[in-house]
């Protein structure tokens, strides 16, 4: 497949290492997946589902004490410790690549060894890399063919360079206690071992799209974020782009795919959807900010996702999908989740394998962290500029969380430092993608915080950085919070489509074409200018309230960003200090 020495050589000390029974390579070939989704089906790796209903698509559960990325397994494995930053796991990278040789020796005994060359981002693109995964898990070979561009074109790219990113996965025995998703950030090396969830596993998505690339993106010069893409065309057949970084299971997926409510269709307005995960960045050469969409599929939240919520995503799932997790219906062999729709199946089997009926049961039948992999190409509004290795051109940036309180629908910021403030500053409520609590706030910088390969304090200076070069041309930065709870704990914003209501007020921002009302913590719309047309069960009154800033919430606020700040002591950059400061001094 190559003759690249680099590649080989690595290979060689790998299977020294895993000692496999056999080696494959991953091609990229139709006929080679086939064959290895047979295989997983024989071995019961993998469940085919309804040909007719489903086509092309598989069921897979994982052990039932793997279902979410661990953080508090994830380290940064810098040579020194404080390049890691306080809000990272460090390891010593000599005693961390020891103790996984340990765990990984003999491995794959009995077993075949996949090697699967992958592009983040279109083959050949000048914004991609390359990276190149060994594993032993055939879910992790067919998951890695959906969600980037993997085979022989790859290797074909990259000839006989050295730049490509090491990436081993062993699945040995679930054991928690020595599950490690370690990274090396100055060696371009992942290693994980002990899982087989997603993103422990799909090595080319959080550890080398987000940790391994924001370190590689602050010494180069570009940025790799927690992001989604969307491109917003008006009736005139316009089109501006906009990323927007939400925490895990906070929206992204949602807003990337997003139809405009009825009344704005009509007009012949319309979202594409480039990514829903995640956007690595650049100026480009008129100097303004482009991003491409580093994946090839999505690896998407199931629950909460019907034909109301997000028919595009639901759509993307009907072919040549791998469900991680989900319900089983026995009756006809699809697949069901909480809220697919409002019939769950009697005959039907939970996502741990036991029998379920939905009809009776109390207890959930899909984890709560239970996935869809579907290939970006089947998404109805997949942006024509998809596959453009020259990226899109980013008009706003958002940053947003799920907050019940404090922070408003929609805010712009006064300026790119005030919106890297912004960034810095964003909290939301924990979810089930990671393990742990659920519903405590915690601040997520950028949404980044379990994803930043370096010390955090430097990211917030690569951003002020990146903002200097950008200049004027720089994305205009927005926050928004579709989660406001009222008192009975329900969420006063529809959501969904109707967030578009909140798109076209930030793009009208953009181009100067609205005003707005001048807060303690940036602008925010005045009530009339966010259209409420066609909405029903929501008044002009509930706009206002979750519009509403409150100085004495946000003097509470700013004393947790104080100490949140503490920890990056002076590798926190004084210009956040001082943002900080004239955030106290609005809120007196
Ligand atoms: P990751 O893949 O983990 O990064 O998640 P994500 O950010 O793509 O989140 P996703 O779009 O999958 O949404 C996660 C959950 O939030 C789902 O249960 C959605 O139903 C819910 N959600 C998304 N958008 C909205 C919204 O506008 N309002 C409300 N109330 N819930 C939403
Ligand atoms: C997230 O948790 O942000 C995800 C899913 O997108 S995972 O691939 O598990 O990171
Ligand atoms: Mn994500």
Not at 436 to 445: K, Q, T
Not at 491 to 507: A, C, K, S, T, Y
Request: charged fraction near 25%; charge should be negative; include cysteine.
């Amino acid at each position: 497949m190559t003759n690249n020495k680099t590649v080989l050589s690595w290979l060689e000390e790998m299977k020294a290492l895993v000692t496999p029974d056999e080696v494959v390579w991953i091609d990229g070939s139709e006929e080679q997946l086939e064959a290895l989704r047979k295989q997983a089906c024989e071995t019961g790796e993998m469940i085919k589902l309804n040909e007719e209903k489903l086509p092309g698509c598989y069921l897979h559960r994982t052990a039932v004490n793997d279902v979410a990325r661990v953080e508090g397994r994830t380290f940064i494995c810098s040579q020194k410790e404080e390049d890691a930053g306080p809000t990272n796991h460090w390891m010593d990278p000599q005693k961390a690549y020891k103790m996984l040789f340990d765990i990984a020796r003999g491995s794959y005994k009995g077993r075949t060894m996949y090697v699967i060359p992958y592009s983040m981002g279109p083959i050949g693109s000048p914004l991609a890399k390359i990276g190149i995964e060994v594993t032993d898990s055939i879910y992790v070979v067919l998951n890695m063919a959906i969600m980037t561009r993997v085979g022989q074109a790859v290797l074909d790219v990259l000839g006989d360079s050295s730049d490509w990113v090491k990436g081993l996965h062993c699945k040995v025995n679930i054991e928690e206690e020595n599950r490690y998703i370690c990274h090396f950030p100055e060696d371009n090396y992942i290693i994980s071992v002990n899982s087989g969830y997603g993103g422990n596993v799909l090595l080319g998505k959080k550890c080398f799209a987000l940790r391994i690339a924001s370190f590689l993106g602050k010494n180069e010069g570009w940025m790799a974020e927690h992001m989604l893409i969307l491109g917003i065309e008006n009736p005139q057949g316009e089109v501006k782009y906009v990323s927007a970084a939400f925490p895990s299971a906070c929206g992204k997926t949602n807003l990337a795919m997003l139809i405009p409510p009825e009344g704005y269709r009509e007009k012949g307005y319309k979202v594409w959807t480039v990514g829903d995960d995640i956007a690595w960045m650049r100026q480009g050469p008129d100097g303004r900010l482009y991003a491409i969409n580093p994946e090839a599929g999505f690896f998407g939240v199931a629950p909460g996702t019907n034909m109301k919520s997000n028919p595009n995503a639901l759509i993307s799932t009907q072919k040549g999908t791998i469900f991680t997790n989900v319900v089983q219906n026995l009756d006809d062999n699809t697949v069901w989740w909480e809220s697919l729709d409002k019939n769950p199946p009697e005959h039907a089997m939970n996502w741990k394998g036991e029998p379920w009926n939905g009809k009776t049961s109390d207890q959930k039948g899909a984890h709560p962290n239970s996935r869809f992999t579907a290939p970006a190409k089947n998404c109805p509004c997949i942006s024509p500029e998809f596959e453009n290795t020259a990226g899109v051109p980013i008009s706003a940036i958002i940053f947003g969380g799920r907050r019940a309180q404090t922070t408003p629908l929609v805010y712009q910021s006064k300026d790119w430092n005030n919106g890297v403030f912004v960034g810095s500053i964003m909290a939301s409520e924990t979810t089930a993608a990671a393990t742990g609590a659920v519903g405590v706030v915690r601040r997520d910088p950028m949404a980044m915080l379990p994803f930043c390969g370096y010390h955090m304090g430097d990211y917030f200076k690569h951003w002020f950085e990146m903002g200097e070069k950008l200049g004027d041309k720089a994305p205009k930065i927005f926050n928004t919070n579709w989660f406001r709870l009222d008192d009975e704990g329900h969420f006063i914003w529809p959501g969904f489509g109707d967030n578009f209501r909140v798109l076209e007020w930030i793009i009208r921002r953009c181009e100067g074409k609205v005003d707005a009302v001048e807060t303690p913590i940036g602008f925010v719309p005045k009530a009339e200018d966010i259209n409420l047309e066609g909405l029903e069960d929501f008044t002009v009154e509930d706009l206002q309230k979750i519009l509403d800033v409150d100085k004495a919430a946000w003097a509470k606020e700013a004393e947790g960003i104080e100490e949140f700040y503490k920890q990056f002591g002076d590798r926190l950059p004084q210009e956040l200090r001082n943002q900080l400061e004239t955030l106290k001094k609005n809120c007196q």
